[in-house]
């Protein structure tokens, strides 16, 4: 059992055997409690194998393509807003549940994306907080004219993960944070720092509460899917 379980790109994994947890929505590989997402894996079984771990915490990271023309290689963005450009993966738990309709504002935890900015800075002086994340689907960078319409939209940046995980891990009542590098680095040693000690302040324990003061859902996480 883990409080916090780590979604990592491929290219962070660590070495050494891999672990894999069977899921309703497919298996997950990963070494303890660092699970790597992988090219079209369902993101349902990253969250639900975090949640039957026993996590509370869930904290992604993900290499982007610029967006924003002041960021710069090797600049470390801990995103604030998201716009979703995916059109082919499960975004819910819920299907034909009808409940569900998870308030996303903000849409990561504001305690780890504060910790996650402490680290980051005690590290670079390159680290930001505040941009806005496109996701689109992969795997492939954005084409010069889908950098303009993103850059009119307001964006900074753009990869092809975090979502649809931010939506699952609210679902089942995680905290949620994410770190972003232009380019590849090495985050591990920042995720692995921020989350020592985090102190658990906010809300996102608490997204399925009125679901279940109507009585839709019992206690038990498992039911509701």
């Not at 299907?95 to 980051?120: E, R, S, T």
């Not at 689907?137 to 900074?156: F, K, V």
């Not at 699952?168 to 000690?197: F, H, K, N």
């Amino acid at each position: 059992m883990t409080d916090t379980v780590f979604i990592l790109p491929p290219a962070l994994a660590p070495g050494g055997t891999a672990q894999v947890a069977e899921t309703p929505f497919g298996a997950v590989s990963g070494r303890g409690n660092i699970f790597v997402r992988t090219e079209g894996s369902d993101a349902r079984a990253l969250i639900y194998a975090a949640k039957a771990g026993g996590a509370r915490r869930v904290i992604a990271a993900d290499f982007v393509q610029p967006v924003s023309p002041l960021l710069e290689p090797g600049d470390i963005i801990i995103p604030a807003d998201l716009i979703d450009q995916t059109k082919l993966r499960p975004f819910t738990f819920f299907v034909g549940k009808g409940y569900g309709f998870i308030k996303l504002n903000p849409p990561f935890c504001p305690d780890l994306m504060g910790a996650l900015l402490g680290a980051a800075r005690r590290r670079t002086a390159r680290s930001f907080r505040g941009g806005t994340y496109v996701c689109a689907d992969g795997p492939r960078d954005a084409t010069p004219a889908e950098l303009r319409m993103y850059r009119q939209w307001g964006a900074d940046l753009v990869g092809t993960g975090l979502l649809p995980e931010v939506y699952l891990a609210r679902e089942l009542e995680l905290c949620y944070g994410a770190i972003t590098a232009v380019g590849e680095a090495d985050l591990l040693p920042i995720l692995q720092e921020a989350v020592t000690p985090v102190e658990q302040t906010c809300a996102c324990g608490q997204t399925m509460k009125l679901t279940k003061e109507m009585g839709a859902v019992g206690e038990d996480w498992r039911t509701w899917l």
